[in-house]
Nanobody, 123 residues
Framework: VQLQASGGGLAQAGGSLRLSCVASGETISMYIRGWFRQAPGKEREFVAALYWSGISTYYADSVKGRFTISRDNAKNAVYLEMNSLKPEDTAVYYC?????????????????WGQGTQVTVSS
C-alpha cells in the first residue's frame, strides 16, 4: 500500500489544520490506520488511530479533545482535524497503516508509512 499525506502548513496557536492521507494499492488488508508525529530531536510519537472496519478511535492524551481522526472508506482516506493548536504540536506528521495486531500506539508495529507533512504552529 502507498500512502500520500497532505494538508500540513503553518498555523497560529489556537488555529486549525486538517491533514489527509489517501491510500492506494493493496488496501484490502488495512486493519488500523494511524497518525504519528516527530518533532526535531524527539522520537516518533503516537497521535491518533482508528480501526479501518470499526468505529473505535484512539488518541494520545496530549491531543485528546483537540484532534479528531476520521475516515472515508470510499476514498481510502483518513483525516486528522487539528483544532486549538499549540506550539508543541509542531512536528512532521506521518500517516501509517497496520495490517494486524492491536498495539495501535507502537510505531514499530505499522507496516507502511506516508512521506510526512510538516505542521508548524507559531505562538
Amino acid at each position: 500500500v502507498q500512502l500520500q499525506a497532505s494538508g500540513g502548513g503553518l498555523a497560529q496557536a489556537g488555529g486549525s489544520l486538517r491533514l489527509s492521507c489517501v491510500a492506494s494499492g493493496e488496501t484490502i488488508s488495512m486493519y488500523i490506520r494511524g497518525w504519528f508525529r516527530q518533532a526535531p530531536g524527539k522520537e516518533r510519537e503516537f497521535v491518533a488511530a482508528l480501526y479501518w472496519s470499526g468505529i473505535s478511535t484512539y488518541y494520545a492524551d496530549s491531543v485528546k479533545g483537540r484532534f479528531t481522526i476520521s475516515r472515508d472508506n470510499a476514498k481510502n482516506a483518513v483525516y486528522l482535524e487539528m483544532n486549538s493548536l499549540k506550539p508543541e504540536d509542531t512536528a512532521v506528521y506521518y500517516c501509517a497503516v497496520k495490517y494486524g495486531g492491536r498495539r495501535y500506539s507502537d510505531p514499530a508495529g505499522y507496516d507502511a508509512w506516508g512521506q510526512g507533512t510538516q505542521v508548524t504552529v507559531s505562538s
